[in-house]
């Protein structure tokens, strides 16, 4: 998975695998740390919050994904995987990667490539 204004240079750390729970839920793994999950760290009904990598699953909302319509949205309070605006170098490259509320412009939108090949 990639942003679309980002150019993939296929490293581990920016090839992402989906990892169905007993609850038939989806959580979002970086190949290079495939024990790690996506976590979304949000106050309470904050409408930003920053993703990081957590060491385990713990089967809260805030590390449950899906995608719809090239969104990446958290079950919690659905808010979209985001890169945000203004941050980052020309193109985007290294830019603040957080969620926020729907707001349907670019930085909320990510190319989904599914790969032939296994991830190990």
Same mark, same amino acid.
């Not at 695998?17 to 609850?23: C, H, I, K, Q, V």
């Given at each position: 998975m990639m942003p679309l204004s980002n150019t993939?240079?296929?490293e581990d750390s920016q090839l992402w695998?989906?990892?169905? =729970?007993?609850?038939d839920q989806f959580y979002l793994k970086s190949k290079a740390y495939p024990t790690?999950?996506?976590d979304l760290s949000c106050q309470e009904q904050s409408s930003w919050g920053q993703v990081s990598l957590y060491h385990i699953p713990h089967g809260g909302d805030n590390q449950k994904w899906k995608i719809v =319509?090239?969104?990446v949205i958290c079950k919690y309070q659905d808010l979209r995987l985001d890169i945000a605006m203004g941050s980052g170098g020309p193109g985007g490259v290294g830019a603040n990667v957080g969620c926020c509320k729907n707001n349907d412009e670019m930085n909320q939108q990510w190319e989904i490539l599914v790969s032939s090949k296994?991830?190990?």
């Open positions: 993939n240079n296929a695998f989906w990892e169905r =729970d007993l609850d790690k999950t996506l =319509d090239g969104n296994h991830v190990s």
